[in-house]
């Protein structure tokens, strides 16, 4: 049931969605799971000092097309996933700190 830009899932849309009293799946609520998502796994700082390297095992295991970190692959093979490399290049290029 995986849907959207994050790929949420209808069980994680309905805990969440819930959660924050949330109704429809548009593009905004859709940001606002996935931050919720982040909140849960309890990776907010390590996120805004840079330590990306630091909460992809955890993030990973949420969203299956991230990768573990460096030179890993997923946590769900054979799920296709993008190199730690791309999507680094995509977390920087959308203003992402890297420490």
């Known amino acids: 049931t995986a849907a959207g830009m994050y790929q949420i899932t209808r069980p994680t849309w309905e805990h969440h969605g819930g959660k924050l009293g949330l109704s ?53 093979p054979p799920q296709r996933y993008v190199s730690f490399e791309t999507f680094l290049s995509a977390y920087r290029a959308k203003g992402g700190l890297v420490a």
């Open 24 to 76: 429809d799946f548009s593009p905004r609520t859709q940001d606002l799971i996935a931050v919720e998502i982040l909140r849960s796994l309890d990776v907010i700082r390590a996120i805004k000092e840079g330590n990306i390297v630091e909460v992809m095992p955890r993030v990973a295991r949420i969203w299956a097309a991230l990768p573990k970190g460096p030179g890993q692959a997923n946590h769900y």
